[in-house]
């Protein structure tokens, strides 16, 4: 049976590196760890799993992993987290993974070697295999607001179909007939929820109401402005009336570039938002938006994570908690 140090010798590597690329894979760089994986299947080298099983330290501290803290929502779910551990006193170790899923990884393994009972995330990437190693080898973990394919884990998040439904709702009730959606869906299986809701109520409505699905790169502002530019160039007819954005993000940078070009909010376009972050209600226009409730999610995200590390035996089946979403009506829609 090969050992772990018949792969360093046939990678030309230390055994050192073969046990990072196992454990930490994003210490090793990437023509390294493709060496290293291609003489583990040449000499069907099989890990110890015992050995590769998580041990967290004594210190009761949870990591939190948060995808972008540049964005005010994130932020805030971090903030809900922390004033749970405050008042159970455990110890908080935060990450930013900036949109960033190489990063992201980097982060895991620091939080790993720290040896926390367990890991909070908002994922840059909810289907990463990396998360799904953790998970194999028995880190605590609970996702918050974005949850991979398979789900077989502990999260927490909100019912983004029903957010859709609501915007859109709003918006037909406003008698709009030409309504867009501002979004990435074939990117985000979040903003994918958010745009099928604000479909089903399109298609469900009486009468010509059509809903353009224009394509954002990004969550940003500087996205938004950069749509509202290119909205703001069309003639009056080939404008939506309204758009529903699938962040607040967007929704404020659009509503900036639509005014700096001289249209109305809501007079020529409508903007509706998603999340309700604390700048939503600040703007030039309040923003009408799907409010989030953005502090529950991180305190409900370690209460769950209290019941994992509190428990006895193995890790127990997936529970999931669906929050509910919320209209918020100001002055932009």
């Given at each position: 049976?090969?050992?772990?140090?018949?792969?360093?010798?046939?990678?030309?590597?230390?055994?050192?590196?073969?046990?990072?690329?196992?454990?930490?894979?994003?210490?090793?760089?990437?023509?390294?760890?493709?060496?290293?994986?291609?003489?583990?299947?040449?000499?069907?080298?099989?890990?110890?799993?015992?050995?590769?099983?998580?041990?967290?330290?004594?210190?009761?501290?949870?990591?939190?992993?948060?995808?972008?803290?540049?964005?005010?929502?994130?932020?805030?779910?971090?903030?809900g987290?922390?004033?749970?551990?405050?008042e159970?006193?455990?110890?908080?170790?935060?990450?930013?993974?900036?949109?960033?899923p190489?990063?992201?990884?980097?982060?895991?393994?620091?939080?790993?070697?720290?040896?926390?009972?367990?890991?909070?995330?908002?994922?840059?990437?909810?289907?990463?295999?990396?998360?799904?190693?953790?998970?194999?080898?028995?880190?605590?973990?609970?996702?918050?607001?974005?949850?991979?394919?398979?789900?077989?884990?502990?999260?927490?998040?909100?019912?983004?179909?029903?957010?859709?439904?609501?915007?859109?709702?709003?918006?037909?009730?406003?008698?709009?007939?030409?309504?867009?959606?501002?979004?990435?869906?074939?990117?985000?299986?979040?903003?994918?929820?958010?745009?099928?809701?604000?479909?089903?109520?399109?298609?469900?409505?009486?009468?010509?109401?059509?809903?353009?699905?224009?394509?954002?790169?990004?969550?940003?502002?500087?996205?938004?402005?950069?749509?509202?530019?290119?909205?703001?160039?069309r003639?009056?007819?080939?404008?939506?009336?309204?758009?529903?954005?699938?962040?607040?993000?967007?929704?404020?940078?659009?509503?900036?570039e639509?005014?700096?070009?001289?249209?109305?909010?809501?007079?020529?376009?409508?903007?509706?938002?998603?999340?309700?972050?604390?700048?939503?209600?600040?703007?030039?226009v309040?923003?009408?938006?799907?409010?989030?409730?953005?502090?529950?999610?991180?305190?409900?995200?370690?209460?769950?994570?209290?019941?994992?590390?509190?428990?006895?035996?193995?890790?127990?089946?997936?529970?999931?908690?669906?929050?509910?979403?919320?209209?918020?009506?100001?002055?932009?829609?």
């Open positions: 049976m090969a050992t772990i140090r018949d792969v360093a010798t046939l990678a030309g590597v230390s055994a050192g590196t073969v046990s990072n690329v196992l454990n930490r894979p994003s210490y090793v760089r990437a023509e390294t760890r493709e060496r290293v994986m291609q003489a583990i299947a040449e000499l069907e080298f099989i890990p110890d799993q015992r050995s590769r099983q998580f041990r967290p330290g004594r210190t009761h501290t949870i990591g939190i992993s948060v995808a972008e803290l540049g964005n005010p929502f994130f932020v805030d779910v971090a903030l987290a922390e004033e749970v551990c405050r159970n006193d455990l110890g908080v170790v935060l990450c930013n993974s900036g949109y960033d190489t990063l992201e990884s980097h982060n895991l393994d620091l939080l790993v070697q720290q040896r926390v009972q367990g890991i909070i995330i908002t994922p840059v990437d909810e289907n990463s295999s990396r998360l799904e190693s953790l998970k194999d080898r028995g880190v605590p973990m609970v996702f918050v607001d974005r949850v991979g394919d398979d789900r077989d884990v502990w999260s927490v998040g909100v019912d983004d179909r029903e957010g859709g439904r609501l915007a859109a709702r709003h918006l037909v009730d406003r008698g709009h007939r030409r309504i867009a959606f501002l979004g990435h869906p074939h990117r985000s299986p979040k903003v994918k929820l958010r745009y099928q809701g604000a479909r089903e109520v399109v298609n469900q409505s009486d009468g010509d109401i059509t809903l353009e699905l224009v394509s954002a790169a990004s969550w940003t502002v500087e996205e938004g402005r950069r749509v509202g530019a290119q909205l703001a160039a003639p009056g007819d080939k404008r939506p009336t309204a758009v529903f954005c699938a962040n607040d993000m967007l929704a404020l940078g659009l509503t900036q639509l005014l700096r070009n001289g249209l109305s909010v809501p007079g020529d376009i409508a903007v509706v938002g998603y999340d309700d972050i604390e700048w939503a209600g600040v703007g030039a309040p923003l009408t938006t799907i409010s989030q409730p953005r502090t529950l999610l991180g305190r409900t995200a370690v209460e769950m994570m209290i019941r994992l590390i509190n428990r006895s035996g193995p890790l127990p089946e997936a529970n999931h908690i669906i929050l509910k979403p919320e209209l918020v009506v100001r002055d932009s829609a």
